[in-house]
């Protein structure tokens, strides 16, 4: 088996194993990558691997499931991290590269470009989008009420400036694609806030490109953002809707029907108000290394966590309700949730406190007038962490709580 690696830490690695399921594989060689260069890109290479089980039968769908196990060179502490498959690059990639392609917004008639006031307006009428749209930076992208944007054939719209997509309450704007190859929208890098307000987003998938991907179906990169009184729905993404490094609210709105999670914060300060999840595979709230406040959010039929905290986060929470869902809120991997007038009903698990990481260490969850009906276990408190349950302190009642929920270490 061979896997392209390569090292983005400022120290050299130690490759020990790569893990598919119940099997493992072994270097043929001694693996150590050495480090990232200041101002230079990742140093891959090809490593060849071998099974440990000379009998092992390759099956299919492993190679989506392959887990690299490394260390810091010199350190005992193993660190795991999943293998991402990719397609080579080839020729083709620099003519499909988003990042330098060839602005193209005068090639459209339902654009108006007014230059001194340095705004792109879409026209408010039924537009369709089959090719990429492409809003340099240095202008604001206005879309107004009454507009509906069709995207099709994997078209996709990117804007490297902010963007106000203003509908009314009576007169909305929708963006969906009814081919279901719609790529959505991401902005990135515009360092003026962002406006959206009553928008419907149906029917969205993320954007694919060679050598170029995304999670999310409406994505915010950098790019400070206002959200108010918008529906997203029937996305079929990893992230209907995901926040990277930058600023935000998400006001009175409403997501269902997600493929996966709804809102995936990751390294963002923010607030989620007034807002309700209705049937997401995935969690309705996910937040990574991010500092949030949530008031007055209701989730139902979520597959995984209401509220899940994760890689050393901080989680202010207050009026929550979780209903018919796995676990109503999860704090891990550092991360501290604390959390004021809470219920859970028919949920298998309200609480859950653990790590899941091993670079990460122990969670902590505190929370008053939490109340719950119809929960089959209402904390699950794993060994090291810490919870705090209308003001009662917990004992721990599992020691690997990855394994008893996800049925692994």
């Not at 088996?1 to 194993?17: A, D, K, R, S, Y």
């Not at 859950?352 to 089959?376: C, D, F, R, S, W």
Request: charged share 20%; net charge negative; aromatic share 8%.
């Amino acid at each position: 088996m061979q896997i392209t690696l390569g090292n983005l830490q400022g120290l050299p690695v130690v490759v020990t194993e790569v893990i598919a399921g119940n099997s493992k594989f072994v270097p043929e060689n001694p693996i150590i990558l050495n480090p990232l260069k200041i101002a230079q890109p990742v140093a891959h290479r090809k490593c060849l691997f071998k099974p440990v089980n000379k009998n092992m039968e390759w099956k299919e769908g492993m190679q989506s499931n392959l887990v690299v196990r490394y260390k810091i060179l010199g350190s005992s502490i193993e660190r795991m991290e999943k293998v991402l498959p990719w397609l080579p690059i080839n020729e083709r990639f620099a003519a499909s590269d988003v990042m330098r392609r060839k602005i193209n917004i005068r090639e459209y008639e339902f654009l108006t470009i007014r230059e001194p006031e340095h705004r792109i307006i879409m026209k408010s009428e039924k537009i369709s989008v089959k090719k990429d749209l492409i809003i340099p930076s240095g202008y604001t992208f206005v879309v107004s009420g009454g507009t509906t944007i069709i995207l099709s054939e994997g078209a996709m719209i990117v804007s490297f400036s902010p963007i106000k997509i203003l509908g009314e309450e009576d007169n909305p704007v929708i963006l969906r694609s009814d081919d279901g190859t719609g790529q959505g929208i991401v902005v990135i890098g515009a360092h003026e806030t962002s406006f959206m307000e009553h928008v419907v987003f149906d029917n969205l998938t993320p954007p694919v490109r060679q050598g170029w991907e995304l999670t999310g179906a409406v994505t915010f990169y950098e790019s400070p953002v206002i959200i108010q009184n918008c529906v997203f729905q029937n996305c079929r993404a990893e992230d209907t809707l995901n926040i990277i490094r930058s600023e935000f609210s998400v006001i009175n709105s409403l997501f269902r029907d997600a493929q996966s999670d709804a809102i995936d914060c990751d390294f963002c300060e923010g607030e989620i108000l007034d807002s309700s999840f209705v049937s997401c595979i995935g969690d309705a709230v996910d937040v990574s290394g991010s500092n949030i406040k949530i008031r007055n959010i209701t989730a139902s039929k979520i597959g995984d966590k209401g509220i899940s905290a994760g890689e050393k986060s901080y989680v202010d929470a207050a009026g929550v309700s979780v209903t018919e869902s796995f676990i109503g809120t999860a704090s891990k991997d550092l991360s501290t949730v604390k959390m004021r007038n809470v219920y859970m009903e028919t949920n298998k698990y309200g609480f859950a406190i653990y790590q899941k990481k091993p670079e990460y260490g122990p969670a902590e969850l505190i929370a008053t007038n939490a109340y719950y009906n119809h929960v089959e276990q209402f904390v699950l408190l794993e060994e090291g962490s810490y919870g705090k349950m209308n003001n009662t302190v917990l004992q721990p009642n599992v020691k690997s709580a990855m394994s008893l929920l996800y049925g692994k270490e």
